[in-house]
């Protein structure tokens, strides 16, 4: 693996992870909600009476974000490396993954560690492992 250091972009990374940041703090302190993306989405298939518009800002805004970064600034190519069945097959298994763990990255792993749930620190080292240990079989046994 080689690291284009001239892409480094390490402001505008700091600026996505504050921005991050500040949207889970905002929604934990006026919604009383943990923006966990798995837990939002889930939400709209089986919403409940007043549930429905914060979930739908909040999935509006992390796709129009991108939208709007457009009009200043070109968004980076997209490259992906694996074919169609890896990509279902890896979905599958994320999914299966969000719901044994009870919670997604967003959730264990920006509102849970920010909130110091030991359950959500368990939930992201296994996930961290896992997505090492599978990088690590498929590019280089």
């Known amino acids: 693996m080689n690291i284009a250091w001239q892409h480094f ?5 700091l ?12 929604l934990i302190l006026f919604n009383g909600r943990i923006a966990g993306i798995s837990g939002i989405v889930g939400g709209l298939l089986r919403p409940r009476q007043g549930d429905l518009g ?4 909040f999935l509006a ?17 997209v490259r992906i490396d694996a074919g169609a069945p890896a990509l279902v ?4 298994l994320v999914g ?3 719901r044994y763990g009870a919670g997604c ?8 560690l920010s909130r110091w ?5 368990a939930a992201t080292c296994v996930f961290m492992a896992a997505g090492f240990l599978t990088v690590y079989l498929l590019r280089h046994l």
């Open 9 to 13: 972009t390490p402001w505008s990374a």
């Open 96 to 98: 299966v993954g969000v």
């Open 15 to 26: 600026a996505g992870g504050m921005l991050i940041g500040l949207a889970a703090a905002l």
């Open 54 to 57: 914060w979930r739908i800002a």
């Open 117 to 121: 749930s030991p359950r959500s620190l």
């Open 61 to 77: 805004g992390l796709v129009g974000t991108p939208l709007l970064w457009q009009l200043w600034l070109a968004l980076p190519a």
């Open 89 to 92: 097959a890896a979905g599958l």
């Open 105 to 112: 990255t967003s959730g264990h792993g920006v509102c849970g």
